[in-house]
């Protein structure tokens, strides 16, 4: 909720940094011992980490010096303008999506849920899962993996001298 | 230990999604619209494990949220390095600003 309020991008990213905890702590709530786990080094310590790194790197300071005459206004008037319609539309949009959901758990019965469940390792049963019937999408992901990697290194990679000569 | 009623986890999956999608729509700094869709993919991911808990022998709600997560990892290393080029290009990172495709 608080990346919504805040308006600074650093505790935007903090903020997420709680969320994601709290997302840890109901896998672990709902049996899924293992992807707690997962989701603790993938996404705070792989995703998080680029994510603040990005931060970083793209905040732009408030330069003290920047302030003529045109800029103050053109934020004011844009704030008028685009703010208040847009701002209005985007919560319309979410709110009545989450009374729609809401009222759509409410009403459901879903008999599942009703069931007794039992507590135990997944460790096991996902290992032998990744190994046999999902060895194809496993293999896929590692792919994926790869080259979404490589491609993000290439992507951010400063561009060389006879590159930058070529496309000048 | 005393179960959680599961449909609290459906609840606070819709929750987290709505959250997600108005980030989306109404930040406008771009890596905070990739928070949203950080948190839109985690409402997703609490659904499937909601509801993988009464499978315990095939776990397919958690495979596919395994897969989900590693997508998601993906993507958010391909556009942080979409975004570092964009900030190079036009010296800012507000999605607003960024209105001309080539210059």
Partial sequence: ?168 | MQPVDSHLFLLVGAALFSIGLAVVLLKRHAIVVLMGIELMLNAVNINLVAFSQYDPDRLQGQMLSLFVMVVAAAESAIALAIVLQVYRHFRTAQLDELNELNY
């Fill in chain 1, 1 to 168: 909720m608080a990346v919504l309020i805040t308006r600074n991008v650093l505790y935007a990213a903090f903020f997420l940094l709680l969320t994601l905890f709290g997302v840890a702590g109901l896998f672990v709530l709902a049996s899924a011992d293992f992807l707690a786990i997962a989701q603790i080094m993938i996404y705070v310590g792989g995703v998080l980490v680029l994510v603040i790194f990005g931060v970083m790197l793209t905040n732009k300071p408030e330069l003290p010096n920047d302030t003529n005459s045109q800029q103050p206004n053109r934020i004011i008037s844009k704030n008028r303008s685009g703010a208040g319609s847009g701002w209005v539309v985007a919560v319309l949009v979410a709110g009545a999506l989450f009374i729609a959901l809401y009222t759509l758990l409410a009403r459901a019965n879903f008999t599942l849920l009703t069931q007794p469940v039992g507590w135990q390792s997944t460790v096991t049963v996902i290992g032998k899962q990744l190994m046999t019937e999902y060895v194809v999408p496993f293999e896929i992901a590692g792919i994926l993996l790869l080259a979404a990697l490589v491609g993000a290194t290439y992507l951010a990679a400063p561009q060389t001298k006879s590159s930058q000569n070529a496309t000048r």
